[in-house]
């Protein structure tokens, strides 16, 4: 599964993003789909995850409340909608395909895309 991830740039604290990634073929909707991400010098970590059908996502403590993760089966593509953004957010945010919620559950990566957030 290739995954194109997309949507990140500069704002300021406050302000909103959409990131958007994209998995072309057809094993899309087998897979739970999540979002993760790593700052400088810190190890990469989860940020929210959605299972297959869409049913049910799961968000770091830290997010939730401010972000919202989604998913289009029909247009193979995950989102994380990410409001109320600190400067803490300033990360590479990496989308991925998974089996499971966690890290370790990852079989297929993206490639990043930075959101950076000033104060």
């Known amino acids: 599964v290739q995954l194109q991830a997309s949507g990140g740039g500069l704002v300021q604290a406050g302000d909103s993003l959409r990131l958007s990634c994209a998995a072309p073929g057809r094993t899309f909707s087998r897979y739970n789909m999540g979002w993760f991400r790593q700052a400088p010098e810190t190890e990469r970590e989860f940020v929210a995850t959605i299972t297959w059908s869409g049913g049910s996502a799961y968000y770091a403590d830290s997010v939730k409340g401010r972000f919202t993760i989604s998913r289009d089966n029909t247009k193979n593509t995950v989102y994380l909608y990410l409001n109320s953004l600190k400067p803490d957010d300033t990360a590479v945010y990496y989308c991925?395909?998974?089996?499971?919620?966690?890290?370790?559950?990852?079989?297929?990566w993206g490639q990043g895309t930075l959101v950076t957030v000033s104060s």
């Open positions: 991925a395909a998974l089996y499971g919620r966690s890290l370790a559950s990852v079989v297929h």
